[in-house]
């Protein structure tokens, strides 16, 4: 099993920055992905960026050039620096590991945070 904890959503004016941050801890395999999600009222939730153990990056079309993410392999953590942020970036953020095992993949979610972007 793997755990994972969220940090750092808030209330931020728009133009502001935040920054999320994931500490993963369990059982942790050598070939993962961690990401960040979110989820806004009434819709589904959707990619905002990935990381691979390789450190290879995935951003939604609307986060980049605004969005960073990184990670720590060494410390298990991984983060989203969000700047520039619009109303629409509200939504509860949640980090996502996914093990490699073999052929397919497990997944892991944490509880979510929330941010929340005044226009």
């Known amino acids: 099993q793997v755990q994972l904890v969220e940090s750092g959503g808030g209330l931020v004016q728009a133009g502001g920055s935040l920054r999320l941050s994931c500490a993963a801890s369990?059982?942790?395999?050598?070939?993962?992905?961690m990401g960040w999600y979110r989820q806004a009222p009434g819709n589904q939730r959707e990619l905002v960026a990935s990381?691979?153990?390789?450190?290879?990056?995935t951003y939604a079309d609307s986060v980049k050039g605004r969005f960073t993410i990184s990670r720590d392999n060494a410390k298990n953590t991984v983060s989203l620096q969000m700047n520039s942020l619009k109303s629409e970036d509200t939504a509860v953020y949640f980090c996502?590991?996914?093990?490699?095992?073999?052929?397919?993949?497990?997944?892991?979610w944490g509880q979510g945070t929330q941010v929340t972007v005044s226009s």
């Open positions: 996502k590991l996914s093990n490699r095992r073999g052929a397919q993949w497990d997944d892991y």
């Open positions: 369990g059982s942790i395999f050598s070939i993962n992905r």
């Open positions: 990381i691979s153990w390789l450190l290879t990056t």
